[in-house]
């Protein structure tokens, strides 16, 4: 099993950056980012490989990015111009095997290690 603790969450105005941090107790192939807004399903944000290769969900895309530093076992996400609707807890998700074609609502079944997540809340 691999540990994953999320660090980095907090408020921020929309249009604002954060950055999302995520520490792993061992290297591991696929991390990725999910979220969960309440009241709604857990969803994947981003995905990144062993090799790098970098997948985002389309609300996301060209607004967040995703990347890992496996020297130092740390997964990021750098969130910018954020809006309210991104308000949501983030998790850290990791699965020893290569990332999943595409993030879907059903991906969160993929991923075999979870972190405990950190808040996000955009106001606008």
């Known amino acids: 099993q691999v540990w994953l603790v999320e660090s980095g969450g907090g408020s921020v105005q929309a249009g604002g950056s954060l950055t999302l941090s995520c520490t792993a107790s061992?290297?591991?192939?696929?991390l990725a980012w999910f979220r969960q807004a309440p009241g709604k399903e857990r969803e994947g944000v981003a995905s990144?490989?062993?090799?790098?290769?970098?997948d985002y969900i389309e609300p996301v895309k060209g607004r967040f990015t995703i990347s890992r530093d496996d020297a130092k076992r740390i997964l990021y996400l750098r969130m910018n111009n954020v809006k309210p609707e991104d308000t949501a807890m983030y998790y850290c998700?990791?699965?020893?095997?290569?990332?999943?074609?595409?993030?879907?609502?059903?991906?969160?079944?993929?991923?075999?290690?979870w972190g405990q997540g950190t808040q996000v809340a955009v106001s606008s």
């Open positions: 061992e290297y591991t192939y696929c």
């Open positions: 990144i490989s062993y090799d790098a290769h970098t």
């Open positions: 998700a990791a699965v020893p095997k290569i990332c999943p074609v595409n993030l879907t609502t059903s991906s969160v079944h993929y991923f075999s290690d």
